[in-house]
């Protein structure tokens, strides 16, 4: 980092979004993958990152009944927050394993819900947390550091 | 960075500095400054939106010219296979092809050929490739200059195959040099072609180190000749031979012939640089992985679009598909076992990878254009988001961008420089107002109290 700097710049992004706006979210993906570009990121940091985007914005949009992205970057990393009000999520990691879904059929017929969304994220992100209260709604927050972090075996 | 050729250019003479080009530009690469139009040279992918945009068409495309032919001992024209679009219904193909030879062209060798060649190897190697869906083409130059500068992440899907051009341009020159003797370097082998980008491709080529090709002609230049040899044939007794593509090759000229061609399970046409981008937005968003191949094209219509042709796009597609009803269809000039031998060789593979080009960058420290990036987002703010152009950055945001990297100013914005007119009057005002004390109130009053 450059240490001339007299403060730490940062941008945050915002993004609302309705019941089943699909159309949002790959929305949000780009415009911060845009961001992202301008900045000079990696290719694959950026590309974890819109990842991450699309699949929280998307499943806002799926699940939720509004919600809100917020993209928060600094200059060593992005933090990636959704808030919804919604059904909120009943078993956080039953809802993580891959092909677990409760999308609706209709939902599944325009090709999304697969089921891949929640482990997608995981998968990259640096940090993930994910708290819930069925009925009311979900807050995720996932973080991804510009310099390759090391990962942990498991993973 | 090297210096970029670019064929697109402008004819300043003709540039009324209006603000028409630089709102189209896919990738936002014309300002006008002093009254001209003035392309940035790193960002233009020489898709020709501009051509076809200008009014006053003082955008031009620079291709070669025919004089060029001196230089070789031998001359081969490898016309698109647009090109036989661009005539009347009557015309038939050989006529199209026997011109060439009176314009002074030595032989002629259709580049919807080699596109068999190319569009039978694509098929192959979809066949046995097992990574990342879908593959695009890389048969439009265009596309794939907006891919490095704006999809860099989907580079690794461009199918890795030479274009039909290029593929024409080595047959052509190997199979004339056998024949005749006369020394590969001797031969000149020219693309008719309907597109800038062409040019600029053969200059610096981005799938492999040097071009085959030793000039690109424009449809345009060639047009009028061409249709004043047309008669030739028939009068000179020419050969009744020379056209050998079959529809297969020739359909490449308009947008589907080349996904046909290459005849993936699943595929995909699109054309037109603004539906390309909305495109290529999808499938960097991650979708559309359950498509095989993905036909590409910066022309609405495909070549049969490009701003160098004749003919308007429409009619141009429906006289290419006519022809290739009426005299297309004929057994093909390679054979399945040709084919098949040149994959096998891998004869036609890329042998460079197209390179992404982080143009688009603030700077090269992320500290440093995170803070540029706030303060390009306050100047956006503040700045009118009439995207107006009258300032000659395409939209406000691209002003911001411009003041930001130092070459455009606040005051740029004629809505931004009213305001602090208006400030500015209103302060003159404002300080006209005030009278010195000598001649203030009391003095008032007293003339208040004068009589009269």
Redesign the interface.
């Known amino acids: 980092m450059v240490d001339s700097l007299a403060y730490t710049p940062q941008i945050t992004l915002e993004f609302k979004i309705g019941e089943k706006d699909f159309f949002v979210a790959g929305e949000c993906a780009s415009r911060v993958k845009k961001t992202l570009q301008q900045l000079g990121l990696k290719q694959n940091v950026i590309k974890r990152i819109a990842i991450i985007i699309y699949e929280a914005a998307m499943n806002v949009a799926i699940h939720a009944t509004s919600g809100m992205v917020t993209v928060h970057i600094e200059p060593d990393a992005i933090t990636i927050r959704t808030e919804d009000v919604g059904a909120g999520i009943e078993d956080i990691d039953l809802a993580m394993k891959e092909g677990y879904s409760t999308a609706t059929y209709e939902i599944r017929e325009m090709g999304f819900g697969a089921g891949m969304g929640l482990s997608n994220i995981k998968q990259c992100s640096d940090d993930l947390k994910i708290e819930s209260k069925v009925g009311v709604g979900t807050t995720l927050n996932a973080k991804v550091y510009f310099q390759e972090q090391p990962r942990p075996a498991d993973r | 960075m090297n210096t970029y050729f670019h064929s697109v250019t402008l004819d300043t003479d003709k540039c009324k500095g209006c603000t028409n080009c630089i709102k189209r530009c896919p990738v936002e690469a014309i300002r006008v400054r002093d009254g001209k139009a003035v392309i940035v040279e790193e960002r233009c992918i020489d898709c020709g939106e501009c051509i076809r945009e200008c009014p006053n068409h003082a955008k031009i495309a620079v291709t070669d010219s025919l004089a060029k032919l001196s230089e070789y001992k031998y001359n081969i024209a490898l016309p698109a296979p647009s090109f036989f679009g661009q005539f009347k219904e009557q015309v038939n193909i050989e006529d199209v092809l026997y011109a060439f030879r009176g314009i002074g062209f030595d032989e002629v060798f259709e580049v919807a050929l080699a596109a068999e060649i190319v569009g039978h190897s694509v098929h192959e190697f979809l066949n046995e490739y097992k990574g990342k869906r879908p593959i695009f083409s890389s048969a439009c130059p265009a596309v794939l200059r907006l891919m490095q500068i704006k999809y ?2 989907l580079l690794d899907q461009v199918a890795p195959f030479l274009t039909p051009m290029e593929v024409a341009a080595r047959i052509a020159k190997e199979q004339a040099s056998r024949k005749l003797g006369i020394p590969y370097e001797e031969i000149g082998a020219f693309f008719i072609s309907p597109c800038p980008a062409k040019v600029t491709e053969m200059r610096n080529p981005m799938t492999t180190k040097h071009s085959a090709v030793n000039g690109v002609i424009g449809v345009n230049l060639i047009y009028k000749d061409i249709i004043r040899h047309l008669g030739d044939r028939t009068t000179n007794g020419g050969p009744d031979r020379l056209q050998r593509a079959t529809k297969f090759g020739m359909a490449w000229g308009y947008v589907t012939g080349e996904s046909r061609n290459i005849a993936a399970a699943t595929t995909l046409a699109v054309g037109g640089i603004h539906n390309v981008i909305s495109l290529l ?2 499938i ?4 559309l992985k359950d498509v095989d191949f993905v036909e590409v094209q910066a022309c609405t219509g495909g070549c049969v679009g490009g701003p160098l042709n004749i003919q308007n796009l429409f009619v141009g597609r429906i006289r290419l598909r006519d022809l290739i009803k009426r005299f297309g269809t004929r057994e093909a000039y390679f054979t399945e076992a040709d084919l098949q031998e040149i994959y096998r060789q891998n004869r036609f593979a890329a042998t460079e990878p197209v390179e ?1 080009r ?1 143009i ?12 540029k ?2 303060r390009l ?1 306050q100047i956006t703010d503040e700045l009118p988001g009439l995207d107006c152009g009258a300032c000659g950055s395409p939209s406000c945001r691209a002003l911001a961008e411009d003041i930001i990297r130092g070459i455009a100013f606040e005051t740029d914005c004629v809505i931004k420089l009213r305001e602090k007119v208006k400030i500015l009057a209103e302060e003159i005002l404002d300080l006209a107002r005030i009278v010195p004390p000598s001649m203030s109130d009391n003095s008032k009053k007293g003339d208040v109290g004068r009589e009269h």
């Open positions: 860099p992440d937005e999808e960097e968003r991650g979708e992404p982080a688009m960058t603030l700077d090269e420290d992320v500290s440093r254009a995170l803070m990036m706030e987002d």
